[in-house]
Nanobody
Framework: QVQLVESGGGSVQAGGSLRLSCAAS????????MGWYRQAPGKQRESVAV???????NYADSVKGRFTISRDDAKNTVFLQMNSLKPEDTAVYYC?????????????WGQGTQVTVSS
């Protein structure tokens, strides 16, 4: 019964900052990969940033240099620090976690948190 709950979304001015948090519960094992995805109105969901259990990170080109993903395994939490926000960053942001074991990959999603950046 894994559950991911996002928090930290809101409305900010362009150039501002926002920090998203995702708390995971209900798992006795570490997640191999955790990440953040976003979906703007009329567009498909896209990957924003991912981080592995070994702390390897990967970012979408559109957010490189502005966003930073991190994780705290002791607290089962993943963060997304967003700086220099742009109106095009406006979207619903979803937390994602993947757990690979016994030859299968299990994927979990949070319910999403709205981020709105005004010009």
């Amino acid at each position: 019964q894994v559950q991911l709950v996002e928090s930290g979304g809101g409305s900010v001015q362009a150039g501002g900052s926002l920090r998203l948090s995702c708390a995971a519960s209900g798992s006795d094992f570490n997640f191999n990969t955790m990440g953040w995805y976003r979906q703007a109105p009329g567009k498909q969901r896209e990957s924003v940033a991912v981080i592995t259990s070994g702390d390897t990170t990967n970012y979408a080109d559109s957010v490189k240099g502005r966003f930073t993903i991190s994780r705290d395994d002791a607290k089962n939490t993943v963060f997304l620090q967003m700086n220099s926000l742009k109106p095009e960053d406006t979207a619903v942001y979803y937390c994602n976690a993947q757990q690979k074991r016994s030859g299968f990959t299990r994927t979990y999603w949070g319910q999403g948190t709205q981020v709105t950046v005004s010009s």
